[in-house]
């Protein structure tokens, strides 16, 4: 018998903020988990779609013209090419869907892109 | 403010077993989420890998040649072409990740597949 791929205990193996982990791939895609606290830069993803997922605390993903609360265990998709903003009061704990090579700041060459693909 | 989509909320809107419903889709990709109890078919999908995400319960992957166990908040994915028969004993609450279109008894042409894009 043979163990899968557990978020919470891999979730404990980093302490580092905006710095998305790669935990397993599927075809084309990754997902990846994040702690974040405080506010990312405004940024879009001309090509794809990006699902953010909440395990632990609250997310809200500014858009231009509204606002998404997410609590654990709640989910939303930026639709492509939509600008949003992720922002966090406390640290939250997430899970991101994208395909492998997607930058973190999207289409903006951004101080905080992270270094892609790194697994944990 | 707007919600995002709450996986348990989902969950309380139906309770027949082995139907996964859609929640959302990314690109084209779709995420659904199911309850199943039992043992599914063996089969397997030549085109796609495919995620398992437990919720709620435990959930077996058979493979021909291991099985995987899935707790809440663990996943696996099944590669393309891999033969894997799910398998719960009690029921389990899981989420699927898998290209729109990908038929839940795989290459099979079975009994139990679900009608598929059935959205909740």
Chains 1, 2 share one sequence.
Do not use: C
């Not at 084309?28 to 953010?52: P, R």
């Not at 858009?63 to 609590?71: K, M, P, Q, W």
Request: hydrophobic letters at 40%; a negative charge; glycine letters at 6%.
């Amino acid at each position: 018998m043979t163990k899968g791929i557990n978020i919470l205990e891999k979730l404990q193996l980093f302490t580092e903020q905006w710095q998305p982990k790669v935990i397993t791939e599927m075809n084309d895609y990754q997902l990846k988990i994040a702690k974040i606290k405080g506010e990312f830069e405004w940024h879009s993803h001309s090509e794809t779609d990006e699902v953010f997922f909440v395990i632990e605390g609250k997310l809200i993903i500014h858009l231009r013209d509204d606002s998404i609360e997410l609590n654990p265990m709640e989910l939303y998709v930026v639709p492509k090419g939509v600008e949003h903003k992720p922002y966090a009061e406390e640290e939250a704990k997430i899970m991101l869907i994208e395909p492998r090579g997607t930058a973190s700041t999207g289409d903006n060459v951004g101080k905080r892109a992270a270094q892609e693909d790194e697994w944990i």
